[in-house]
T-cell receptor
């Protein structure tokens, strides 16, 4: 069983489209995250949710809207896609607490043409 | 703000060579420090961690010691294998309203040749 699963694995779309990436974790964790990894492998946190509540929002454009229907799911919806949105998006979860460990999904490679 | 600086890659070594990947950090207080590894096509996995000064994290033959005086957490392995080829990320952790927030370095790509 995959602990943190994301779909789709690859997403190719045109500029201006709207797309969603889904994430589910079966670890019973309270906290979930979205990270963006650019072409140079630099990883930056975008959002964090704890028990469906938004905790961290790191200066991400309003076109990005996370949604957490329950604590096992954190989806990412992106409106009006731009070329600069091309990246690998990683979902992660953690049990929380002061020194936890993050469990990452295998990533969604988004290519905006 | 918090930041992590890693040595630039890529790093290419022969099998059984000694590995060092440098990592230094900037942070106030006492962050926790981590090394994560990303194998091709996969998400990141925690490799090792240290939560306070002078702690040594170790796993799969890799080691790193939390040095507060030099603000460093260098990754070392005595004898690398082809299967160690991956991208390695140094990271530090802060609590933010009770949640983990990892700040990553830029990653170092390691290639081991037989």
């Amino acid at each position: 069983d995959t602990a943190v699963s994301q779909t789709p694995k690859y997403l190719v779309t045109q500029m201006g489209n709207d797309k969603s990436i889904k994430c589910e974790q079966n670890l019973g964790h309270d906290t979930m995250y979205w990270y963006k990894q650019d072409s140079k492998k630099f990883l930056k946190i975008m959002f964090s949710y704890n028990n469906k509540e938004l905790i961290i929002n790191e200066t991400v454009p309003n076109r990005f809207s996370p949604k957490s229907p329950d604590k096992a799911h954190l989806n990412l919806h992106i409106n009006s896609l731009e070329l600069g949105d091309s990246a690998v998006y990683f979902c992660a979860s953690s049990p929380g607490g002061p020194v936890g460990k993050l469990f990452f999904g295998s990533g969604t490679q988004l290519s905006v043409l | 703000g918090d930041s992590v600086t890693q040595m630039e890659g890529p790093v290419t070594l022969s099998e059984e060579a000694f590995l060092t990947i440098n990592c230094t950090y900037t942070a106030t207080g006492y962050p926790s420090l981590f090394w994560y590894v990303q194998y091709p096509g996969e998400g990141l996995q925690l490799l090792l961690k240290a939560t306070k000064a002078d702690d040594k994290g170790s796993n799969k033959g890799f080691e790193a010691t939390y040095r507060k005086e030099t603000t460093s957490f260098h990754l070392e392995k005595g004898s690398v294998q082809v299967s160690d080829s991956a991208v390695y990320f140094c990271a530090l952790s802060r609590n933010n309203f009770g949640n983990e927030k990892l700040t990553f370095g830029t990653g170092t790509r390691l290639t081991i040749i037989p």
